[in-house]
């Protein structure tokens, strides 16, 4: 804490040595109540006459007029009578003396510590903090000259699931309003890429169930959700036992987790994404790492795990759709370590104790390859710290949706290859961008007449822009054509008039345990 104007010195110094300092007494020679037992001294002045007992509490912002000022006012003449304990025997000045001073100060900066830390790590606060210290995270991150938006939306979980019930149907639900009709169902409207949330999920029911509108909500606007998978999932308080774990797929395999697999059987589950673990969004504060001006705060967060302000990992994930949107417009390239799935420049904290140098990882935990793959087979997505630096890795990217067993043969394996691969998020992003642009294109047709071979052969001749089929690609050439080929079917629907039914295909330039995959989305369009 530094020292104000209320303990600083005038005068000379007294012949008694450094540890003192000399001060004229007041005219008005006041009795300030005792501290404790003991002759007390009156409240000095400062060289200029005033009262140095009027200038501390003016700096204290007090006024007479204030309820508290009375009280004050005692508590300050009784410190510094006490501060005042002695003369220099030459019948003028009191003397204050520094050491007591400094011990006083440290006392209340230790306090105060104390206190802040109370605050700080009370779980209220640490959700706030984490929040807006996790969005600065990806704003810091996010290159908005490349044509990216990002927009807020505050609504705790609770009123996102109360909103949903108290709606009659999907469509008149808020998020649906906000995500698809504002946007995507509106004609000009920019469609959203991505749902980023700090919602936190585990296995319940109620969890599953705001999953299950979420995941509808994203499959109708091509945006998928992305989520924290909390330690409730593993039936855990928090994250550090998830390393030791047994047999991960036995665990699923339990009963608590029947609403969840359910929902993994859905086709709406490939839209959702559940991201673990946490990450480290600040330093703790002090005098070595994030020092504080107003006083002496030292952080206690040592052998506090929770102590520490974690953040949701979905804004790391933000950050690798942002990077991979600036650098090549689509969001492909979002995992592995030279494939921009690295997030970098994480927070480190280095502390001494048991008489070495410790360090607390950026991540809650560190995952080996195994767990990380035993976590994707089982549909979440994990961040990897990389050992001995600040940054981490997203090895994968699947979503929630469990891939389907269509048999042996070699139409069997193949039909489990596309829907495997259909199953990860980053193809998910390829091809909802793709039905975005479809969507917007259809929008134009309105009113032209056009039949639907018209409508098939303008859509195909818009898609050939991003194919390049060729066995061999430059990665300059596969990061603006990602497509090996691509087609559209557009067919009528029966008993409806006046919609198409538009299936689309892609094959993207890459091979999945030697075979080449395709991904399939099928949507309606509007004839006139």
């Known amino acids: 804490m530094r020292r104000g104007p209320g303990v600083r010195a005038w005068g000379s110094r007294p012949p008694g040595g450094p540890g003192v300092r000399r001060f004229q007494p007041r005219d008005d020679r006041g009795k300030p109540p005792s501290m404790e037992a003991g002759p007390q001294q009156d409240a000095p002045a400062n060289r200029d006459g005033g009262s140095l007992l009027a200038e501390i509490l003016e700096q204290a912002g007090l006024a007479p007029a204030d309820e508290a000022y009375q009280g004050v006012k005692k508590g300050v003449e009784a410190a510094l009578g006490r501060v005042a304990g002695r003369t220099d025997g030459g019948g003028g000045g009191a003397m204050i003396d520094n050491a007591l001073v400094d011990l006083w100060i440290a006392e209340i900066d230790h306090r105060l510590s104390r206190q802040i ?21 990806a704003i810091d991150h996010i290159d908005f000259r490349e044509n990216i938006r990002l927009e807020l939306l505050s609504c705790s979980k609770e009123d996102l699931l109360a909103d949903f019930e108290d709606s009659s149907e ?15 169902g509106t004609f000009g409207g920019r469609p959203f890429g991505a749902i980023i949330s700090n919602y936190e999920f585990g296995p319940g029911p109620q969890d599953i169930v705001l999953l299950q509108k979420c995941a509808a909500v994203a499959a109708m606007a091509h945006a998928p959700f992305l989520a924290v998978a909390g330690p409730q999932f593993f039936g855990l308080k928090d994250y550090r036992k998830v390393p030791h774990l047994g047999d991960i797929k036995a665990l699923f395999e339990g009963p608590q ?8 059987e859905s086709e709406d589950a490939r839209y959702v994404g559940l991201i673990l ?26 052998g506090d795990h929770a102590a520490y302000c974690w953040g949701a990992p979905t804004y ?26 690295t997030v970098e420049g994480l927070t480190l904290h280095e502390y001494e104790a048991m008489g070495a140098i410790q360090t607390k990882i950026p991540t809650e935990i560190m995952l080996t390859e195994r767990r990380e793959f035993e976590l994707s087979e089982e549909g979440f997505i994990g961040l990897t710290f990389r050992k001995d630096t600040d940054n981490a890795c997203f090895f994968s990217a699947t979503s929630v949706q469990k891939p389907k067993y269509f048999g042996q043969s070699e139409e069997g394996r193949a039909a489990e290859l596309n829907h495997r691969l259909g199953t990860q998020l980053p193809y998910m992003f390829l091809v909802s961008r793709l039905a ?18 018209d409508l098939e052969r303008e859509l195909n001749a818009w898609l050939s822009q991003y194919v390049a089929d060729m066995d061999v690609v430059s990665p300059a050439v596969r990061s603006k054509r990602p497509l090996r080929r691509a087609r559209t079917v557009v067919t009528e629907v029966e008993g409806s008039a006046g919609w198409y039914r538009v299936q689309l295909e892609v094959r993207p330039h890459l091979k999945y345990m030697g075979a080449y995959f395709t991904l399939n989305l099928m949507g309606k369009l509007d004839r006139e």
């Not at 999907?170 to 995507?184: D, H, P, T």
């Not at 330093?283 to 040592?302: C, H, M, R």
């Open 117 to 137: 830390d109370e605050i700080l790590h009370h779980p209220v606060f640490q959700r706030l903090e984490a929040a807006w210290r996790g969005l600065k995270f």
């Open 316 to 341: 790391a994930f933000a950050t690798r759709l942002a990077e991979s949107f600036a650098r090549h417009r689509w969001c492909l390239h979002i995992i592995g370590p030279q494939s921009g799935g």
């Open 436 to 453: 975005h642009y479809i969507k917007v294109m259809q929008r134009e047709q309105i009113g032209t007449w056009k039949e639907r071979h």
């Open 170 to 184: 999907m469509v008149r639900s808020g998020l649906y309003k906000i995500v698809y009709s504002a946007e995507f």
């Open 277 to 302: 673990p946490r990450f480290l969004l600040r330093l703790p504060y002090g005098a070595g790492t994030v020092p504080v001006k107003a006083f002496s705060y030292e952080e206690d967060v040592v």
């Open 257 to 264: 987790y029947v609403k969840y697999n359910a929902f993994r």
